[in-house]
């Protein structure tokens, strides 16, 4: 089977740096994603890693240890409307499998 | 329509009932899949489809069916509605089934009493 674990809330202060982890367990694996949802609204893509290392996009980068089976979504210069949920997720043959989700609520 | 839309965008569903939530995508994509999504428990797949013709089922696919007739429909139907199934709904979309980029629709919010 597969498992994701990633933690259910984070707390950080507008213009700081953050870091969202993520271990999973899975066979075949293909890739880790990451994806931004607000309050309401539609899972939007952010990033993905298939080999290890870090993937840099703007203010958010995605890190992959394969060997350690862990990942991690950094956010840079937070802001408010960074205040929303993020999954982590591994695709297995056919489809993604989400982690739980992280609340993340940037506050002033 | 630019992406993935979904209908209803919300429906509250007397128990037994049959529904069939719609979605419709124009980026020409061959994979879709539909998830649920409940609070504290993530995104659930519950049917996926490939390619036209074909689908498949996901984590939870019981209670629920769907259909593939071509390239942008994936009509997801619940046939005799329970209350476990409320949830939202979301329609979600990849070029392929190996890639890992998913667009997803705006979801619907389905309650059954």
């Known amino acids: 089977g597969q498992s994701l674990e990633q933690p259910s809330e984070v707390t950080a202060v507008e213009g700081a740096i953050v870091q969202i982890n993520c271990t999973y367990q899975?066979?075949?694996?293909?890739?880790l994603s990451w994806y931004q949802q607000h309050d309401g609204g539609a899972p939007t893509f952010l990033s993905y890693n298939a080999l290890d290392g870090l993937e840099e996009t703007g203010r958010f980068s995605s890190f992959l240890s394969r060997s350690d089976s862990y990942g991690y979504l950094l956010l840079q210069e937070l802001q408010m409307k960074d205040s929303a949920s993020y999954f982590c997720?591994?695709?297995?043959?056919?489809?993604?499998?989400f982690g739980k989700g992280t609340s993340l609520l940037v506050t002033p | 329509i630019a992406g993935i839309t979904q209908a209803p965008t919300s429906q509250i569903l007397a128990a037994g009932r049959r529904m069939t939530l719609r979605c419709t995508q124009d980026m020409r994509h061959n994979a879709m899949y539909w998830y649920r999504q409940d609070l504290g428990l993530g995104l659930r797949l519950i049917h996926y489809s490939n390619t036209a013709g074909t689908t498949g089922k996901g984590e939870v696919p019981d209670g629920y069916s769907v259909s593939r007739a071509n390239t942008d429909d994936f009509p997801l139907t619940l046939a005799s509605a329970v209350p476990s199934q409320t949830s939202v709904y979301f329609c979600?979309?990849?070029?392929?089934?190996?890639?890992?980029?998913?667009?997803f629709g705006p979801g619907t919010r389905l309650t059954v009493l």
């Open positions: 899975t066979s075949g694996f293909y890739g």
């Open positions: 997720a591994v695709r297995s043959g056919y489809a993604l499998n």
């Open positions: 979600a979309s990849s070029e392929g089934q190996s890639t890992s980029t998913q667009y």
